[in-house]
């Protein structure tokens, strides 16, 4: 029993992850929305409601709006939450909060957390101060550089590695790496990865 925590970035080729694994026969339960939602069509900052998916008929539940991690309740059906979102390695793009609290949510409810892992555009680089805790926010969660350079994969083992998530807890994480990624490759994310970020 599958959860995707994903959006219009979520692709294989030019199939959405959802279309993918439902052809093959995954027992996918609900989609989890992250910030700009799961069309990438809701602006900065903007609620994002629980509704459902016209096309696959799944139900889908914000992970922006009344709650920003996923309560023991919408995991309760669930075994394993899959995490595909292409970032942009800036600290303060939320889809890596996002990420933080699908994990602490995973820890604390023992479910397993798969990161399919994608590259950084900005991952050649990482230049900024180091976020100070006492400034700990959702647009920032992490002592991580403005521009980090790490891959969500990365992020998410480093998450676990340094007991960052609520009571220094571990994720039952599983990273899926990007086969034949370097930090010196140039990246363009194929579509963009939201409305007010048409590129990297």
Known sequence: RVALVVNHTS???KTHLADTLLARNVKIVKIFAPEHGFRGDADAGEFVSNST??????PLVSLYGKNKKPSA???ADLDVVIFDIQDVGARFYTYISTMHYVMEACAENKKTCVVLDRPNPNGHYFDG???KPAFRSFVGMHAIPV???LTVGELARMINGEGWLAGGKKCD???ISV???THQMRYVPPVRPSPGLPNE
Request: proline share 4%; aromatic share 4%.
């Open 53 to 58: 998916d016209k096309k696959t008929g799944l």
């Open 173 to 175: 994480l599983n990273v």
């Open 147 to 149: 521009a980090h350079g």
């Open 179 to 181: 086969v034949n990624y």
């Open 11 to 13: 692709l294989v080729g």
């Open 73 to 75: 309740e919408q995991l």
């Open 129 to 131: 101060p180091v976020l």
